[in-house]
């Protein structure tokens, strides 16, 4: 494990953290059982944070003041070293603030706070500070990638995603990154999604309106991921095109471009407007479990 990490200890779960990209990179229970996906060639990361934007923007251009700064899908906040504020045994918190170097491609002043704490279950905090002397337009997202299956000798077909409520909207789809103009009809069936390989053909499911703020991810018995979220407007679920061996449940509160979409940044559909000196808090639990 790098040195510039951190490990927290709860009941019957431990939870190991990084300071590059405030990245989660271990959920293990007692039993010694791996939850999280451990960055295989198939996608390298763990569970990166997803700031100042969620998705792509049209042309990886971020546009303010008619002037354009360069901004690569997700944002750079997953590759920045975040500093220690506080390191604990249950919980930890690492910050990031701008400087000149995330300036010349996001000419804000800002301070993001991640904060991780652990009992039984995993809590993730986001707390986002408008620094400036403007009104701050950010997106933030979650992007944890857990292993699928959660045991090796389970068919990843027999997995399912069992939402709190049923959701009925149609899902959006992305074409090379940006946003489809047109709604498609959901594959989930009630409150359940059927997980399979095939579903990620075309990218994401994102659900752009969901009623649920919780999804049971299980096989109906053996190790379960049980995940709830506040703040966020949108979640998205992916896995790599052609199969990989790890899935992704991503609350977000921010979207990729519209492909259609050439304006501000303030103006793209699900950016956060913070006022100076105002914050935004978000939120996310991971309650990784057996199931009998």
């Not at 431990?14 to 989660?24: D, N, P, R």
Request: hydrophobic share 40%.
């Amino acid at each position: 494990m790098a040195l510039d990490s951190h490990t927290l200890h709860g009941d019957g779960v431990s939870a190991v953290i990084v300071g590059q990209g405030a990245e989660l990179v271990s959920l293990r229970g007692d039993d010694g059982l791996e939850f999280l996906w451990q960055a295989g060639p198939e996608w390298r990361r763990h569970s990166p944070v997803l700031f100042p934007i969620v998705g792509r923007l049209k042309g990886d251009q971020l546009r303010h003041g008619g002037q354009t700064y360069p901004m690569t899908q997700h944002g750079f906040a997953r590759d920045k070293p975040f500093a220690w504020a506080e390191r604990g045994p249950r919980s930890c918190t690492l910050v990031l603030t701008d400087d000149t170097q995330t300036r010349t491609h996001y000419p804000f002043a800002f301070r993001l706070a991640v904060s991780y704490a652990l009992d039984h279950q995993l809590s993730v905090t986001f707390e986002i500070t408008n620094t400036g002397e403007e009104t701050l337009p950010a997106s933030i997202g979650a992007h944890p990638a857990f292993n699928w299956p959660l045991l090796p000798d389970m068919p990843k077909e027999a997995y399912r995603l069992t939402f709190a409520d049923d959701e009925q909207a149609p899902i959006r789809r992305l074409k090379e990154g940006l946003l489809l103009p047109a709604a498609q009809p959901t594959p989930i069936k009630g409150n359940t999604l059927a997980l399979s390989e095939r579903l990620f053909d075309d990218d994401a499911v994102i659900l752009d309106r969901p009623s649920s703020t919780s999804v049971l991810y299980s096989a109906g018995q053996g190790p379960a991921i049980e995940m709830s979220w506040q703040g966020f407007n949108e979640l998205g679920i992916w896995s790599k095109p052609g199969g990989a061996p790890f899935l992704c449940i991503e609350p977000w509160h921010g979207i990729a471009s519209p492909v259609d979409f050439d304006g501000d940044f303030a103006d793209k559909p699900g950016v956060m407007l913070i006022k100076p000196g105002a914050k935004r808090v978000l939120g996310y639990q991971v309650n990784p479990h057996h199931q009998p």
